[in-house]
């Protein structure tokens, strides 16, 4: 529980700054999406349970923050999660390319997956797609960018919890 819980945390974190990133972006029309980040990170270096957890934990938050059907991050999120997480032996995950090119194809797939769930409620769906496209694009954009970072942070997360408690087993003996 409490790796899940160190996993999370970035997780959070990344939920804030994408939330502050699309509060500046929304005077532009654009729109940031970084759902393959909150799943590629864990999924491609942690245990299933713990990081399914802190993965599932992020996916309520952005639910709660979105507005679509409330479950639907949750059940896109725990697919890509276990996708990936059953691709992750015949991955690089010590290579960036790699696992950059991985968060980019679950943005992708997490993407549209949000597209066709909230395209049927719009009269004109054809009409949609331009700002999609240029919103996927922006977001994709930035995931190259931001993807060596996050994979960081959350190494430092652990690193830092670690030596916590090895701090903490040591003052106890």
């Known amino acids: ?15 804030a ?19 393959g980040l909150f799943v590629a990170s864990i999924a491609l270096h942690q245990p299933l349970r713990p990081g399914l957890f802190a993965t599932l934990a992020a996916a309520l938050v952005c639910d709660a923050h979105a507005p679509v059907p ?5 059940l896109l999120f725990a697919a890509a ?9 015949r991955i690089p995950r010590g290579d960036n390319v790699a696992t950059t090119v991985v968060v980019l194809f679950a943005n992708l797939g997490i993407f549209l ?5 909230e395209a049927r409620a719009v009269s004109t769906p054809a009409s949609l797609w331009p700002r999609l496209l240029a919103d ?9 960018v931001v993807t060596p970072w996050f994979f960081a942070l959350q190494a430092r997360a652990l690193g830092l919890a670690q030596t916590l408690a090895a701090f903490r087993s040591r003052q106890a003996a």
Do not use: K, Y
């Not at 999660?81 to 032996?89: A, G, S």
């Open 1 to 15: 529980m409490r790796l899940s819980l160190v996993l999370f945390a970035p997780l959070l974190l990344l939920w």
């Open 17 to 35: 700054v994408v939330a502050e990133v699309n509060h500046t972006l929304a005077s532009l029309h654009l729109c940031l999406f970084a759902g």
């Open 70 to 74: 409330f479950g639907t991050h949750f």
């Open 81 to 89: 999660h276990v996708f990936v997480f059953r691709l992750r032996d």
């Open 113 to 117: 997956g949000l597209v066709f769930v």
């Open 136 to 144: 996927l694009i922006v977001s994709q954009l930035a995931l190259v």
